[in-house]
């Protein structure tokens, strides 16, 4: 068998980067050991940024129907107190800063919209089958795949391999890869249940409450399905319950004791063991093989960034992969991958371990899901890892900010709408000549691309408060170039004197963020 790319695990990270690689025209293969979807809803929390990345994707709609807005965290003695002490803010105050917002979707009901999503475009996802090893060279990657069902050993031949099998990763492991931090420590227990609570709830909607003896009851399912998740930590509470019978008693013991409900039957639907690992690895790149998801970090579950730092891993990775295979783009570009998600990953890890130690420097979520900035040459070396989301400032290595505009039609539109599998361009009210440029220059590298002028005389996009040009920090004539991924590559405050500039400015721009000198890139 032969594949561009294959992917080593069908989970949250695996799938995405299936879908993202289709979505810029690379086919892939993913294998994944398992027989299927996991049914322990897992990872919760899908934030503003994963919501953005899957609206890019049209899967808006599909993940809206299976979720639910965050309403906020309370406290109480049991489920049935008549009074609850609210933890912090309500609602969603990402919707003022992204299209998308944040969601509460779980794992297994986001899972089959990913893998629909992927077989519809192209991508082959084979459950039951497993990586056993791989062997790469200059020019791609041999592997072995087993399945599992047949015993049959296949062999399969990839340019690219990524490794997105989980938090123990056996191609990690066989890169000799390691891991700084702890692996496995604390240890929960979930557990899963349906239950008819409305006569305690009295109308409250939770996303979660936390009861004494760090027990917390989470909100699970959607609306028209309501799952209730019991979470506590593994010891003492747990100690004699080792297997499944006994787990599941326990289980329903605790969530009467902590509904208030003692004559309760819950349906318990699964009860999972695990251990709450804080590590990155120590790189996430070994030649034509790349690592990302809990393959590449883990995190702990404060703030539910682990699955959508892996979102992120994929999204990051997925375009430029397609670009070098394309030739567009020098093979280098894919080192920035390791240089920009090894930072984020541990700069995120660290503030989530801060925030569970309750330490004033921890950022707030806002900032960690949407105010990361990758390195660039042009804010200096001693730049800020991140900024205020609610006040962007569209440098480069920024996530290029929202703002919503009008189409011709009247029809509202997200900036970050604009942009897909190309490089973007937005041109201020009177940057006109910027589009023409561009597009010149692009046409010359073979690089995809796409031009908008924002707002001035009769636009194709409006910008019904004229807050363009200030939220991405460029003046009326001036421009910004946005990579596939939504973060900026480069901004010109005003469009150079010269009738030449403009062009020469993007194409250099291009060929940098192309890992490029001049010319087509090598197809590899």
Same mark, same amino acid.
């Given at each position: ?9 069908a ?87 992204s ?38 060279d200059?020019?791609?990657v ?8 047949t015993g049959? &050993? ?6 690219? %391999? +990524? $490794? ?5 990763? /056996? #191609?990690?492991?066989?890169l =000799?890869?390691?891991?700084?931090g ?17 006569r ?61 409900m ?20 120590? &790189? ?6 790349? %690592? +990302? $998801? ?5 995190? /702990? #579950?404060?703030?539910?960034? =682990?699955?959508?730092?892996g ?93 919503w ?20 361009l ?10 023409p ?28 408060h ?14 910004v170039?946005v ?42």
């Open positions: 068998m032969e594949t561009p790319v294959l992917v080593v695990g989970s949250l990270s695996g799938l995405s980067a299936a879908v993202l690689l289709a979505h810029h025209g690379t086919r892939c293969l993913v294998v994944e050991r398992r027989s299927g979807i996991g049914t322990h809803p897992r990872s919760r929390v899908l934030t503003a940024r994963s919501g953005e990345v899957f609206r890019s994707l049209g899967l808006e709609p599909a993940i809206e129907a299976v979720s639910r807005r965050p309403s906020g965290w309370f406290q109480a003695r049991t489920l049935s107190d008549a009074a609850w002490a609210r933890l912090g803010p309500t609602g969603d105050p990402t919707r003022l800063i299209p998308a917002g944040s969601r509460l979707c779980d794992q297994n009901r986001l899972e089959p919209i990913l893998l629909a999503a992927a077989r519809s475009r192209g991508a082959r996802v084979l459950f039951g089958h497993e990586l056993t090893s791989f062997v790469q200059p020019h791609g041999t592997a072995r795949v087993l399945d599992r069902s049959r &050993r296949r062999t399969v031949r990839c340019a690219y %391999l +990524l $490794g997105a099998d989980g938090t123990r990763s /056996p #191609v990690r492991e066989a =000799g890869i390691g891991l700084r702890r692996r496995g420590e604390p240890r929960f227990l979930s557990a899963v249940f349906a239950a008819d609570l409305d305690v709830l009295r109308g409250r909607r939770p996303t979660a409450v936390v009861l004494p003896g760090s027990e917390v009851l989470f909100a699970r399912g959607t609306p028209g399905e309501p799952l209730w998740e019991y979470g506590v930590p593994d010891s003492p509470f747990v100690e004699g319950a080792e297997d499944g019978a006994a787990l599941v008693r326990f289980a329903r013991e605790r969530i009467r004791a902590v509904t208030g003692p004559e309760l039957e819950p349906d318990v639907r699964s009860v999972l063991r695990w251990g709450a690992s804080a590590v990155v690895a120590e &790189r996430f790149r070994e030649g034509r093989v790349l %690592l +990302l $998801g809990d393959a590449a970090h883990t995190m /702990p #579950v404060i703030g539910g960034l =682990g699955g959508n730092t979102i992120q891993d994929a999204h990051n990775l997925a375009w430029k992969l397609a670009a070098v295979r394309r030739g567009n783009a020098g093979a280098s570009l894919l080192d920035t991958y390791d240089t920009e998600r090894s930072h984020v990953a541990a700069h995120t890890l660290w503030h989530v371990l801060a925030t569970a130690r309750g330490l004033p420097q921890a950022l707030h979520p806002e900032t960690l899901q949407l105010g990361h900035l990758y390195p660039d040459p042009a804010n200096g070396p001693d730049a800020d890892p991140c900024e205020d989301p609610y006040r962007p400032t569209g440098r480069p290595g920024s996530r290029a900010p929202h703002l505009l009008r189409d011709r039609s009247g029809r509202r539109v997200s900036v970050l709408d604009l942009f897909g599998p190309r490089f973007t937005l041109a201020g009210p009177r940057g006109q000549g910027w589009p440029a561009g597009e010149r220059a692009a046409a010359g590298l073979g690089v995809p691309f796409v031009a908008h002028r924002i707002g001035g005389p009769q636009p194709a996009l409006r910008d019904p004229a807050a363009f040009a200030d939220r991405y920090g460029i003046g009326p004539t001036g421009a170039l990579r596939p991924d939504g973060y900026v590559v480069r901004r010109w405050a005003a469009a150079p004197d010269a009738p030449t500039a403009p062009e020469h400015a993007v194409r250099e721009a291009l060929e940098r963020a192309t890992a490029r000198t001049s010319g087509p890139a090598r197809r590899a």
